[in-house]
C-alpha cells in the first residue's frame, strides 16, 4: 500500500498568512488520482482538490494544490478564519486508497 | 440533491460484530466508488476498503482483510460495512463516502454520511 506522510503535523498561523502543507508518498503516485480534503470538528471532511491540483467545485480560489511523483503540496494563499482546521491528502488511484495522517492549520 | 444517511450509533462487546449501512439518494450507487473511511477519536482518517463502481468488486485495505465486508444493494441505493471480531481500539467513528470519478481521475461528486459512532466496550 501507498503510504503517504504529511509534513508538518501543525502549522501554527495567523489569518491573512500563507500556509504550505507538505504530502510525500512512499512510491509514486500519479497526480490524476491524488486527492486533498479539510476536516473541521464533528464533520465529515470535505474534498477540496482533485488531481492534484484541480479545485472540487465551490472551493475558493485561494486554495491550490501541486506536485507530481511523490511529492504533492496544498497551499493555502491566505488564510481564512474558516480555514483553520485539518487538513488531509489522498491517493485515490490504486486498489487500496490511503490517506496522510493530517496536518493541522492552527490559529497563532 | 444527494443525501447519504447513515445508521445510528452502536454500542459492541469485544469479540462481536458490527454491520454499519448508509443509504444514498440522488446518485445511482452503481456508477459510484463508495468507501468506507473510519476515524479513531483524535485521529486521522483511516481508509478501510470500497465498492468498485460497475463491477461491484469490494477492495480492503490489507490492515482489514478478513475481518471486514463491504456490500451494496442497488435495489435499496444503500452500502453496508460490517466489521468483525470487535476490539476495543475499533472504537471510532465510521464515515461512507460515495465519489462519480471520471477517467483522469476526475471527481465530478464527492459526499459524505454523517458518520456513526461504534463504541466497543466490555
Known amino acids: 500500500e501507498v503510504v503517504l506522510r504529511q509534513s508538518p503535523g501543525t502549522l501554527s498561523l495567523s489569518p491573512g498568512e500563507r500556509a504550505t502543507l507538505s504530502c510525500r508518498a512512499s512510491q509514486s503516485v500519479s497526480s490524476y488520482f491524488l486527492a486533498w480534503y479539510q476536516q473541521k470538528p464533528g464533520q465529515a471532511p470535505r474534498l477540496l482538490i482533485y488531481s492534484a491540483s484541480t479545485r472540487a467545485t465551490g472551493i475558493p480560489d485561494r486554495f491550490s494544490g501541486s506536485g507530481s511523483g511523490t511529492d504533492f503540496t496544498l497551499t493555502i494563499s491566505r488564510l481564512e478564519p474558516e480555514d483553520f482546521a485539518v487538513y488531509y491528502c489522498q491517493q485515490y488511484g490504486s486498489s487500496r486508497r490511503t490517506f496522510g495522517q493530517g496536518t493541522k492549520v492552527e490559529i497563532k | 440533491q444527494v443525501q447519504l444517511v447513515q445508521s445510528g450509533a452502536e454500542v459492541k462487546k469485544p469479540g462481536s460484530s458490527v454491520k454499519v449501512s448508509c443509504k444514498t439518494s440522488g446518485i445511482t450507487l452503481s456508477i459510484y466508488a463508495t468507501s468506507w473511511v473510519r476515524q479513531a477519536p483524535g485521529q486521522g482518517l483511516e481508509w478501510m476498503g470500497g465498492i468498485i463502481p460497475i463491477s461491484g468488486i469490494a477492495n480492503y485495505a490489507q490492515k482489514f482483510l478478513g475481518r471486514v465486508t463491504i456490500s451494496t444493494d442497488e435495489s435499496t441505493g444503500t452500502a453496508y460495512m460490517e466489521l468483525s471480531s470487535l476490539r476495543s481500539d475499533d472504537t471510532a467513528v465510521y464515515y461512507c463516502?460515495?465519489?462519480?470519478?471520471?477517467?483522469?481521475?476526475?471527481?465530478?461528486?464527492?459526499?459524505w454520511g454523517q458518520g456513526t459512532l461504534v463504541t466497543v466496550s466490555s
Open positions: 463516502a460515495s465519489a462519480y470519478i471520471l477517467a483522469r481521475g476526475v471527481i465530478i461528486g464527492d459526499y
